[in-house]
């Protein structure tokens, strides 16, 4: 065997012996196992049964996956399952530490000896198979974990929320604004007004004749009061302007806006 062919052939053994052992380095837990395999056997069964009641199918989250990764071995090492463990952050910190952004965020658990066995399991658990069903859920992570001769599962499903600067947020609702017959753009106005809780900043210009205040997870829901005073036909102008939410957890996205408008 010449050298290059030994290079080769260490190579080749080295990758597939690394595909062996990636899931067991991945575990960090002795004996504990990942199985991506099942996971995704679980997300498959998952779409199946959302299309035979007419919901969308859910698009797999890595960071969701990591956090439901993350848990699954806890608990394979925990022995009995559980949604949080002593010293364990809950749900909605842990899956935001992963990176997942979301309005929405629950999960299922379980134990079982395969993954047609898991997802059979949920479906006859109604709060369970409420999370699985839900319309207002749009993505999933799953991890299973092989440990001791059972598999070990756990599902994060969530209300994706797109992650998004403040320019990006004040272009969308201007944009919307332009659309329905405004001129709009992002002021440092709006943006001190955003970041107060009531009044307006100090002004030698003219005053808006509406100030409307809000956060949420999507910029492209404008509140229906907004919406009703735009439509009056008293303002032909707005200012918009972003700024970080107020009193709101953390883990959840959520986007904070102000308008202002001027006839």
């Known amino acids: 065997m010449s ?9 080749k ?28 056997l679980l997300l498959t069964l998952a779409n199946q049964t959302r299309a035979e009641h007419n919901e969308d199918r ?12 993350e848990h699954c071995l806890r608990m394979a090492a925990e022995g009995p399952i559980a949604h949080q463990y002593q010293g ?25 000896p395969s ?7 949920w479906m006859h658990s109604p709060p369970h198979r409420k999370n699985l069903l839900a319309s207002e859920i749009d993505r ?21 929320v797109a992650q998004l600067d403040a320019a990006q947020v004040e272009a969308r609702i201007a944009a919307q604004m332009v659309a329905r ?10 943006r001190a007004a955003c970041a107060m809780a009531s009044g307006l900043p100090p002004s030698n210009g003219a005053m ?3 100030v409307m205040r809000w956060q949420g997870p999507d910029p492209s829901q404008l509140p229906e009061s907004l919406v009703k005073r735009m439509a009056s036909g008293g303002y032909h102008r707005a200012e918009v302007g972003s700024c970080p939410a107020q009193d709101a957890a953390k883990t959840f996205t959520l986007y904070r806006v102000a308008v202002l408008l001027y006839d």
């Not at 299973?144 to 070990?152: D, I, P």
Request: net charge negative.
């Open 208 to 210: 808006p004749g509406f």
């Open 88 to 112: 364990e952050p809950d749900l909605t910190a842990r899956t935001a530490a992963a990176g997942a952004h979301f309005s929405l965020i629950e999960e299922n658990v379980a134990m079982g």
């Open 140 to 160: 999933v992570g799953i991890a299973v974990v092989a440990s001791g001769g059972t598999l070990y599962a756990v599902a994060d499903y969530a209300r994706g």
């Open 3 to 11: 050298v290059r062919d030994f290079l080769f052939f260490a190579c």
């Open 115 to 121: 993954a047609e066995g898991i997802h059979d399991s």
């Open 58 to 69: 859910l698009q797999w989250d890595a960071s969701l996956a990591k956090a439901a990764l």
């Open 181 to 190: 017959g405004l001129r709009a753009r992002g002021t440092d106005a709006a």
């Open 13 to 40: 053994t080295a990758f597939f012996a690394l595909l062996w052992i990636a899931p067991l380095l991945a575990s960090g837990q002795s004996g504990a196992v990942s199985r991506p395999v099942e996971a995704q």
